[in-house]
């Protein structure tokens, strides 16, 4: 069973350029987390999504950043007009659902380093 | 709210020593407990879990135990290896809800 995947593993992107970052769960899971890692800091909460569906997105900055996670295909986290603040480690985490909820357990995926110069 | 404190690194020990990381939080309710590992230039990886008070954690030779009376979640082994240097994070998510709050990690080396 393939782990969460995300791509690309490295971008690169200047300043007011878009950045687009993709995540493909673990087959079978339907929740979908995005965090972002500053260097030298722990992992912050940004959006949680399931199919169709923003349930969260309390850590996501009010400009510039958005988050879909469509019926078919990837989740996308997108950020428009990038600037060098952006940089930063973006990690992507799923887990499954049972009896209706979302299993505590996240597994993520190895993140998508970005770099804005 | 809720908030994970842990001890700052970097933590430095010699191939099979004792190994303890701090970890204490803040949290209403019952919150779950986590620790996660992540290796240079990859991302987290679950290393163990504790659900509810007393319970222990336990994989590749480290355990937790959910501390309740202490708030604490502290991360041991018995005997360090080289391979284990990494960076460790320590995490909660409060019961019934998705978001998962992390600490600010600690780094450890193992050295021969």
């Known amino acids: 069973n393939a782990g969460v995947m995300q791509n690309p593993r490295h971008l690169v992107r200047r300043r007011g350029q878009e950045a687009r970052l993709r995540c493909s769960p673990m087959k079978g899971h339907s929740h979908v987390y995005w965090y972002r890692q500053l260097p030298e800091e722990g992992l912050k909460f940004m959006v949680y999504l399931q199919k169709e569906n923003i349930i969260d997105e309390s850590g996501m900055p009010k400009e510039r950043f958005s988050a879909e996670f469509p019926k078919e295909g990837p989740s996308i986290l997108r950020i428009q007009q990038v600037v060098r603040g952006d940089s930063a480690a973006y990690f992507c985490?799923?887990?499954?659902?049972?009896?209706?909820?979302?299993?505590?357990?996240?597994?993520f995926g190895p993140g998508t380093r970005l770099l804005v110069l | 709210g809720n908030s994970v404190t842990q001890m700052e690194g970097p933590v430095t020990l010699s191939e099979e020593a004792f190994l303890t990381i701090n970890c204490t939080y803040t949290?209403?309710?019952?919150?779950?407990l986590f620790w996660y590992v992540q290796y240079p230039g990859e991302g987290l990886q679950l290393l163990l879990k504790a659900t509810k008070a007393d319970d222990k954690g336990s994989n590749k030779g480290f355990e937790a135990t959910y501390r309740k009376e202490t708030t604490s979640f502290h991360l041991e082994k018995g005997s360090v290896q080289v391979s284990d240097s990494a960076v460790y994070f320590c995490?909660?998510?409060?019961?019934?809800?998705?978001?998962?709050?992390f600490g600010t990690g600690t780094k450890l080396q193992v050295i021969p």
């Open positions: 995490a909660l998510r409060p019961g019934g809800y998705q978001k998962v709050t």
């Open positions: 949290a209403t309710g019952y919150p779950s």
């Open positions: 985490a799923s887990s499954e659902m049972m009896a209706g909820q979302a299993q505590e357990t996240q597994y």
